[in-house]
């Protein structure tokens, strides 16, 4: 017997109810599956013992009592850093009175080269105030890890090398807490905008 459209209307109603009702079935004893679940609130940030510029031991606990703008990076880049880090400092001069609150750090993601001797005058030619943060690879390797950083060697011509990686700018509290980031085209004027309406 062939049906209008009509008359299919309650059967493609039922359909729909068993296969909905299979679906949130199925979501509860697989998360993601039909809707969102989330559990605990996600983490940035964590313990780490570095060395900046000047061969001092640099900690987490470094970063409480200031306002700090992290960025991960290596002297060698050829552009996206020296930008970046320009972009920094051009905020930094923006805040006028209130750059006092706000410490640049720098941490390198590539210790082989970047030596505190290195990091010390690269990181001067930004702003005096600016930290560089090198170490070890087994003292970097958490921390990339706690502030989910991509950090990966790539050859170049010459047997040389570069280094891809992320591009954030975090910003972490005076209570050492992650609390968020910005890109690069997000611009000085913006950045320090939004710094003004938290310092």
């Known amino acids: 017997m062939i049906r209008t459209p009509e008359a299919l209307i309650p059967y493609i109603l039922a359909i729909a109810a068993v296969l909905g009702g299979m679906a949130w079935h199925l979501g509860d004893r697989v998360g993601g599956l039909g809707r969102t679940v989330t559990q605990g609130e996600a983490t940035i940030g964590g313990p780490f ?10 900690t987490d606990k470094n970063l409480h009592g200031h306002w700090t703008l992290l960025y991960f990076g290596y002297t060698h880049c050829p552009d996206v850093c020296p930008i970046t ?23 390198t993601v590539d210790p082989a080269r970047d030596t505190p001797g290195v990091m010390k005058q690269y990181v ?36 040389d090398y570069g280094m891809d990686h992320s591009g954030a700018i975090y910003l972490i ?15 000085p004027e913006k950045i320090a905008a939004d710094l003004k309406g938290r310092l």
Do not use: C, W
Not at 124 to 153: I, W
């Open 173 to 187: 509290d005076p209570h050492g807490k992650f609390a968020g980031s910005y890109e690069e085209v997000d611009g």
């Open 85 to 107: 880090l320009t972009l920094i400092a051009d905020t930094i001069d923006k805040l006028g009175a209130k750059a006092a609150r706000v410490t640049p750090v720098f941490v």
């Open 124 to 159: 001067a030619s930004f702003g005096k105030n600016f930290v560089g943060l090198t170490g070890s690879e087994k003292q970097l390797a958490p921390m990339l890890t706690e502030y989910r950083v991509y950090a990966k060697k790539r050859p170049v011509a010459g047997g």
């Open 49 to 58: 013992v570095l060395t900046d510029q000047n061969g001092q031991t640099y």
